[in-house]
């Protein structure tokens, strides 16, 4: 952690702004880890106690993100898609103290910009604060894709202990075309849900980067970003991330259990997505052929007089579903499936700091033992005959070997014991961090799925209770009709009875012939009678 | 379509559940009730001495108003019942379309699978229960028709056919039905060689090939639809299963998505029935498809005594302009006559040879006009009672498609309702959690 004397404590810190905290208090014997341990958990507990589900929110607070109230430009102002996307009406994250709720960031107006190099969409970020290390009081400017990506990589950089909020993806693989309003308004809401959920994290909301981002020009955040590049990052943790996992020894059973929690809820997440795709090809495939039975009542009503009005009717129904199921899909695939992608990114993210704090634990453990080691070394010396060292080969008095060798590992000892405290302070707080970031994380998600899965509820009630009426004003139609037509019938009575021959309509002039037909009838008509029926 | 129960087949069939219509019970189906039921297997040795499986039926009929006057004097109990085989219904019906050729006669349940789609989804197998089970209601179908149309409905073979238990096949074999069928080729040359094809019956034709498009139109896009939606929803079962897993890692949620999924489930299982349903109104509407084949038959037979009456116009031309010749001598402006060529050849016809020449076509022409006159009021009898039969045949037809119109919607209303109350109860697992 490069600058990790204020990500620690802060949480534990019920007042002042700026929240930068005070270094570790240097009392402490290093080696007397549980004083630590106690003196973390009570400042946690004290955080704690500032209730989480924080009760009555400041009205200020949610102005900003219901519709229709507050910043007309909060919710973006071309969503006309959605009133209540799951996304953007999404509550913010509770924050652990109200006086956080000093920053609020929106992201709208998304724009296409052309160059001749490549073409590409900026979003409009604008920023209101009180915030006393804001030179301002409002910011506005223009965000790509790329300086949202920049900034997470900062922060994952700057607070390794930390949960950081996923981004969505560089890329939407179903829509080839980037630039399709729906896409543009799914990607919208999500950067917003991004960049809420860091502003309202106590720790990350404070963070230089953000900053950068919130306030600077176009031209400033780019050099911010020249800059970056040129440093070369925490290679050496990430390699040692990778043998933590395995090889940590003090690692308490808690944190294998939050990883397997992970991996599984990641995985259901996958499950639920691909479910999503499979339902979504379906049901367009479905609403394609109903495109096609619709007309299908009509063309046969051409053909029809007293039932076209029925079949009219039953095409009118087929049609009215048709329109339902549309409304339906494009929910399925803007609504409903975006959250659950989303948690998928985080559940990688979650992943991303499980890892990076094992890492940091097994930092620890190596500096412990490497410490130990020496130790070994310093009481091995005391027993050990010089007489045959270098030194003594070399020509030097074995005793002053001796007391060479043993200033040396003293030094070193005196390191390590520095180092170790450091490092245990390190997993004290990347524990802490975690601890927290998940708690708020299960809190959040459990609201998220309720609210994500109610609505996906709602939506399909929507869809058949638009069906529902379709079909009974369709049944009404083709009833109705029917009383029409008995009321028709009953008007011409000779049509009415249809067994006696119909002699009125005369088609041919010709008069009933000789002898000869009578049988002829006969035969015909009762060629059964005729037949003697054997038994 | 024709259901067993008394009420809707009285629907169907005998008029007097109409309004509009008289008073009058006017067919066998007021009195009395048919069903078709219990199919069974049997093994028996065909007419090629093979041995064969069949399936055949048991037709039960129960008499419900013992004392009417409709009723044929052989059936004498209340209750009675035997066992049929397709092959029989196809000869019942081969019978009454020859015996009644100006009605429109029922059609039976299809004995093989015409359209690919109904392959796939596995009607091929003759013993397949849902293949028996349709052609049932089919066969069902069939006879409540026949019984409800007064004409059909007073045939003797018809009775026997639900009577007479043993040599049912002989009896009607024995009627000689079989001579009075029109010829293949008669009847295709009549198609096309009509001078003044009565418009009526073109209009019939057309309108029978348009009902067969349209309904086979409808059945194949439904078929579709159906298997769409039977996807869709076992793709739900999905939900059901993932849901199930999940709640296993959580805690509080735990019990909610538990819930749910099972609602899941329910959902997924619930389309079934439905499409069952379905299924007979599909049914019901191919009873139309092959009604047009029957119309075109009422056609085709128009065509023939049409052709006939022309045909016997035709020859009653020829018969005089012959007489006049003879009695006018050779006419040299004629061109090219046989007569001019015999004559040349052979002489002239003496004064005897003529008279006599003449009195037989006299007699010819006699005997043409009067078989142009039967021909004709065959024509004009037929003409009457087809056209009668195919207004009936038009008024059920309205009744019967309004009624299976009616059904769809109604299922649809009652699958809508289900799914709104089921998303109801999803909502609520999630809303509690």
């Not at chain 1, 007397?32 to 704690?48: F, P, Q």
């Not at chain 1, 399909?460 to 019938?489: G, M, R, V």
């Not at chain 2, 019906?93 to 004995?111: F, S």
């Not at chain 2, 329910?266 to 029957?294: N, Q």
Request: aromatic residues 8%; negative net charge.
């Amino acid at each position: 952690m490069a600058d990790g004397t204020d990500s620690g404590f802060s949480e534990g810190q019920p007042s002042g702004p700026g929240g930068s905290s005070g270094p570790i208090s240097p009392d402490l014997d290093p080696l007397n880890i549980t004083t630590s341990t106690v003196d973390l958990e009570e400042s946690l507990d004290m955080g704690a106690e500032t209730p989480l589900d924080c009760g009555p929110t400041p009205r200020s607070f949610y102005t900003l993100f219901t519709d229709g109230e507050g910043d007309p430009k909060a919710a973006g102002d071309d969503i006309t898609v959605f009133t209540q996307s799951s996304l953007a009406g999404l509550q913010l994250d509770d924050a652990l103290a109200s006086d956080v709720h000093d920053l609020f960031v929106t992201v709208d107006d998304p724009e296409k910009h052309i160059t001749n190099m490549e073409s590409y969409i900026t979003y409009r970020v604008t920023t209101k604060t009180t915030r006393s290390d804001y030179d301002s009081h409002e910011y506005v400017v223009r965000r790509r894709y790329q300086d949202f990506l920049w900034l997470r990589e900062r922060l994952e950089a700057t607070n390794p202990t930390h949960l950081i909020p996923p981004l969505p993806e560089k890329h939407s693989f179903r829509r080839l075309d980037r630039f399709s309003p729906e896409f543009l308004k799914t990607r919208q809401a999500a950067l917003q849900k991004f960049l809420s959920r860091i502003v309202d994290h106590p720790t990350l909301s404070f963070n230089e980067n953000l900053t950068i981002f919130l306030t600077a020009k176009a031209w400033e955040l780019a050099s911010h970003r020249k800059q970056a590049q040129g440093i070369m990052g925490k290679m050496g943790s990430s390699m040692r991330s990778m043998a933590a996992g395995y090889m940590m020894k003090n690692r308490s059973p808690e944190y294998a259990t939050m990883q397997e929690y992970v991996n599984t809820f990641g995985a259901k997440m996958g499950t639920i997505d691909r479910i999503n795709q499979r339902l979504l090809k379906e049901m367009t495939d479905y609403e394609q052929d109903l495109r096609e039975f619709g007309p299908v009542f009509t063309l046969w009503s051409n053909s029809e007089t007293e039932l076209a009005p029925a079949m009219l009717g039953m095409a009118a129904g087929v049609e009215k579903c048709e329109k339902a199921l549309e409304q339906q899909i494009s929910d399925q695939e803007h609504v409903f499936a975006p959250p659950v992608k989303e948690y998928i990114l985080y559940a990688e993210a979650m992943k991303a700091v499980l890892k990076r704090r094992d890492s940091i634990q097994m930092e620890y453990e190596l500096t412990v033992e490497e410490l130990n080691r020496k130790r070994n070394d310093r009481e091995q010396l005391k027993m050990s005959d010089q007489s045959y060292s270098l030194g003594a080969f070399m020509g030097k008095d074995p005793e002053e070997v001796r007391q060479q060798k043993r200033t040396k590992l003293d030094a070193q000892i005196e390191e390590l014991l520095k180092q170790v405290e450091v490092s245990n302070d390190n997993v004290e707080c990347a524990n802490a961090d975690l601890k927290a970031d998940l708690e708020r994380w299960h809190r959040n998600k459990r609201r998220d799925v309720k609210e994500v899965f109610s609505e996906l509820c709602d939506r399909n009630i929507q869809y058949y209770q638009e069906c529902l009426s379709a079909w009974e004003e369709t049944l009404q139609e083709i009833n109705q009709k029917s009383e029409l037509e008995t009321a028709s019938t009953l008007a011409t009575p000779t049509s009415s009875c249809p067994d006696t021959p119909n002699l009125a309509t005369p088609t041919s002039s010709v008069t009933p012939p000789l002898p000869a037909t009578p049988t002829k009838e006969g035969t015909e008509g009762g060629a059964s009678e005729g037949q003697e029926v054997t038994q | 379509m024709a259901d067993a129960g008394s009420d809707s087949a009285q629907d169907v069939g005998s008029e007097a559940s109409t309004p509009s219509s008289s008073k009058r019970v006017t067919s066998l189906l007021s009195v009395l009730e048919i069903s078709v039921t219990e199919p069974e297997r049997r093994t028996g040795v065909s007419a090629i001495n093979m041995k064969e499986t069949y399936t055949v039926y048991l037709v039960e009929t129960r008499i419900t108003d013992m004392k009417s006057e409709l009723l044929p004097e052989i059936f004498t109990d209340e209750t009675f019942s035997l066992w049929r085989r397709y092959s029989e219904f196809e000869l019942l019906r081969n019978y009454l379309c020859v015996t009644y050729p100006a009605v429109v006669i029922p059609p039976l349940p299809e004995k093989k699978i015409h359209m690919m789609w109904q392959k796939l989804s596995g009607g091929e197998d003759k013993f397949d229960p849902d293949f028996i089970e349709r052609r049932r209601a089919g066969l069902e179908s069939f006879l409540l028709r026949v019984a409800a149309h007064t004409q059909l409905s007073q045939d003797k073979i018809f009775h026997a056919f639900l009577h007479l238990v043993e040599a049912w096949k002989e009896t009607v074999l024995a009627t000689g039905y079989q001579n009075k069928m029109d010829s293949r080729l008669k009847t295709l040359n009549a198609q096309f060689r009509l001078k003044n094809p009565d418009r009526r019956f073109q209009d019939l034709k057309n309108y029978s090939s348009e009902l067969e498009a349209n309904i086979a139109n409808l059945l194949k896009i439904r078929e579709r639809l159906a298997e769409r939606l039977y996807g869709i929803h076992k793709i739900h079962a999905n939900y059901g299963r993932v849901f199930s897993e999940w709640s296993g890692i959580e805690k509080e949620m735990g019990d909610g998505l538990q819930s749910a999924g099972h609602f899941m489930d329910v959902y997924a299982a619930s389309i079934d029935s439905m499409l069952e349903e379905e299924d007979t109104y599909a049914d019901a509407l191919k009873e139309y498809l092959y009604f047009a084949d029957a119309l075109r038959s009422i056609c085709r037979k128009q065509e023939l005594l049409q052709y006939e009456v022309e045909k016997l116009e035709d020859k009653l031309v020829y018969l005089k302009a012959q007489k006049q010749q003879m009695e006018q001598g050779v006419d040299v402006k004629s061109g090219f006559s046989l007569k001019g060529m015999t004559t040349k050849l052979f002489g002239a016809d003496t004064p005897e040879i003529r008279e006599k020449k003449i009195q037989q076509l006299e007699e010819q022409t006699q005997q043409t006009e009067e078989q142009l006159q039967a021909a004709k009021w065959e024509l004009s009898t037929y003409i009457d009672r087809s056209l009668q039969d195919v207004e009936r045949f038009k008024r059920q037809k309205v009744r019967d498609l309004r009624e299976i119109f009616i059904n769809y919607s109604i299922m649809q209303i009652k699958l809508c309702k289900k799914g709104v109350s089921l998303w109801n109860n999803t909502k609520e697992c999630f809303t509690k959690m």
